[in-house]
């Protein structure tokens, strides 16, 4: 069955960085767009990135833009997210997830059809 396993959340500080992991099994990863999205206490789950099947393109939130950057390796079956600059309001659970389909909305959490567990990023000030 598909399984999403992320991992390297934590605790930093605000200017700090932090990679984040998604193993992918289960499913032909190269045939499945990727996204990453995360949810902060008390509020709606949000997109971050997303990255088309070869990774040729790449989709960002603004809130992020520029400073965090998703990237995927299909011999590898991972998706990463790398986040620099990171700011408290950056603080939420991150979910890895995976879309069978073509993107029609990459930023939809309908599109995606599994989802991972989540990891936990704290940025304090």
């Known amino acids: 069955q598909v399984q999403l396993v992320e991992s390297g959340g934590g605790l930093v500080q605000a200017g700090g960085s932090l990679r984040l992991s998604c193993a992918a099994s289960g499913f032909t990863f190269s045939s499945y767009g990727m996204g990453w999205f995360r949810q902060a206490l008390g509020k709606e789950r949000e997109f971050v990135a997303a990255l088309s099947r070869n990774g040729r393109w790449t989709y960002y939130d603004d809130s992020v833009k520029g400073r965090f950057t998703v990237s995927r390796d299909n011999a590898k079956n991972t998706v990463s997210l790398h986040m620099n600059s990171l700011k408290p309001e950056d603080t939420a659970v991150y979910y890895c997830?995976?879309?069978?389909?073509?993107?029609?909305?990459?930023?939809?959490?309908?599109?995606?059809?599994?989802w991972g567990q989540g990891t936990q990023v704290t940025v304090t000030s």
């Open positions: 997830a995976a879309a069978r389909s073509y993107f029609s909305d990459f930023s939809s959490r309908i599109e995606y059809d599994s």
